[in-house]
């Protein structure tokens, strides 16, 4: 809940970095978290607690993989992935030692840590923090361009010429940090068949993206794509808890040995209550489905405010309440007009499910009045 010192208004169109998805504080999801935290806070893996296995056939089955591998951030997620990939990489595929190479694309943000970093192209997550990881990347061998999403045509050229040593891809459905890049229809589909092709482990980033946010289960949903990999996290405990998670079959799971990765608070027994009550609230109170009726509404109206400041390409065709941009003219400077609505009382539109109406991200009394026609 936010509001700007002019108008003292709330809005609730941002939530942090999409976390409280399900909306602030679901009484179901606290319930959960006061309940367990009364009884079990954290347990030993030596040991067996009666959350954890309740937590992995509820996930597994929800998600339709054979395993689930628990961490607590995004990031983690991510490195435990790249991890994955490159043991996959190396066990099943034959890439020769030290070889493997992990491709991400221009534009992408898995994190801030070293792995998360060395996929990047953004120079503010990368500068000064070098060497990075080796093999890991958007830019690939001795080509110096960085492999561009949304290019499907460049991806299958990369995998052509490298592709015995790729171990995988790892790509947002829609990229949030570069500007809510939401790709063209098709274009997912023939990352995944090409990663079929050369033998090459799809690694979906559905940190922003998963659980409803777009209309569908996953974002990935909208072009019927299993990935091999599925990352987890932010709206996954319903914003009270940090909890992540990286689903895939035994095959690829398995790779990773006892003893080679682990968590200290990874599949904590608090996390593990919260993260199952997020998922019930989620499929109970079915608010992928209401996302996919609100996400129309929301783009309809947007379509309906004639100002240069709004796209009218694929930024505006954002599935449901993933937040549409704007994009500035020559005209118009968008960190001006940002500052010009903050002080109007708009806000950065990226609602939870439960809003109860659209008109809650965006005020109709001071948005259209503060965009130039």
């Known amino acids: 809940m936010i509001s ?22 679901h009484p179901k999801i606290l319930k959960a978290l006061t309940e367990q935290a ?56 034959g890439i020769p030692s030290n070889e493997a190479i992990i491709l991400g694309f221009a534009g992408n943000f898995h994190g801030r840590t070293f792995g998360a970093i060395s996929l990047s192209t953004d120079p503010e997550s990368r500068d000064g923090f070098g060497p990075y990881l080796p093999g890991v990347g958007a830019i690939c061998g001795d080509n110096s361009t960085a492999l561009a999403y949304n290019d499907a045509a460049q991806l299958e050229a990369v995998l052509e010429r490298h592709g015995p040593k790729v171990a995988a891809i790892i ?30 482990l799809f690694i979906a980033d559905e940190i922003q993206t998963g659980l409803g946010r777009t209309g569908k289960l996953l974002a990935v949903d909208h072009e019927d794509i299993r990935p091999d990999v599925l990352i987890l996290g932010k709206a996954l405990s319903g914003g009270v808890y ?3 998670a990286i689903l895939a079959d035994r095959d690829i799971m398995l790779c990773i040995q006892p003893g080679e ?7 904590n027994p608090i996390a593990c209550a919260v993260a199952i009550a997020a998922l019930e609230v989620l499929r109970d109170e079915k608010l ?42 020559a005209e118009c400077d968008c960190s001006r007009q940002c500052s010009t609505e903050w002080e109007k009382g ?28």
């Open 288 to 329: 992928a489905e209401r996302a996919e009726v609100l996400g129309e509404r929301l783009r309809r109206g947007l379509r309906n405010l004639n100002t240069p400041l709004l796209t009218t390409g694929n930024n505006l065709k954002s599935p449901s309440l993933i937040p549409s941009p704007w994009q500035g003219t």
């Open 261 to 267: 990765h682990g968590s200290t608070y990874g599949g």
């Open 38 to 93: 009364s009884r079990l806070t954290l347990s030993s893996r030596a040991f067996y607690n009666d959350m954890f296995g309740r937590y992995a056939k509820f996930v597994t089955e929800y998600f339709g993989y054979e395993m689930v591998l628990p961490m607590n951030t995004g990031a983690e997620g991510v490195e435990t992935a790249l991890k994955l990939a490159r043991k996959w990489g190396y066990l099943k595929k």
């Open 171 to 200: 790509i947002e459905p829609i990229q949030g940090e570069a500007g809510i890049n939401v790709p063209d229809e098709g274009y997912l589909k023939k990352c995944f068949e090409l990663c079929k092709k050369h033998n090459v």
């Open 242 to 244: 940090p909890v992540s």
């Open 346 to 373: 708009l806000a950065y539109l990226s609602p939870p499910q439960t809003i109860r109406h659209p008109n809650q991200t965006h005020s109709r009394q001071y948005h259209p009045s503060g965009l130039p026609s």
């Open 4 to 25: 700007s010192p002019l108008t003292r208004r709330p809005t609730k169109a941002y939530g942090p970095f999409e976390s409280n998805l399900l909306g602030h504080c």
